[in-house]
Nanobody, 121 residues
């Protein structure tokens, strides 16, 4: 059993920063990746970033590369998404995912409840 709880969303002006957290309980699936996805109204869920739990290899969508950073704290069983230089198009509900790999949402078996990020222009 894996439970994921996101936090850290909110309202921020364009150019600002937020840091999202995802606390995991239960199995961590250390040989798998954890990822961040987002979904805006009327759009499909899209990949944002992922990190391999054991190797700490990171991957980013082109749209956020250079602005967002994914990291982890093994002692706290928590993954983070540091979001800098936020743009209005980053507005979405952000979800963390576990039990999968890569950039495909269908490969992940566990999902958090989501946290809203709103970027004003």
């Amino acid at each position: 059993q894996v439970q994921l709880v996101e936090s850290g969303g909110g309202l921020v002006q364009a150019g600002g920063s937020l840091r999202l957290s995802c606390a995991a309980s239960g199995r961590t699936f250390s040989s798998y990746a954890m990822g961040w996805f987002r979904q805006a109204p009327g759009k499909e869920r899209e990949f944002v970033a992922s990190i391999n739990w054991s190797l700490s290899s990171t991957y980013y969508a082109n749209s956020v590369n250079g602005r967002f950073t994914i990291s982890r704290d093994n002692a706290k069983n928590t993954v983070y998404l540091q979001m800098n230089s936020l743009k209005p198009e980053d507005t979405a509900v952000y979800y963390c995912a576990a039990g999968g790999f890569g950039a495909e949402a269908r490969h992940y078996g566990y999902w958090g409840q989501g946290t809203q990020v709103t970027v004003s222009s």
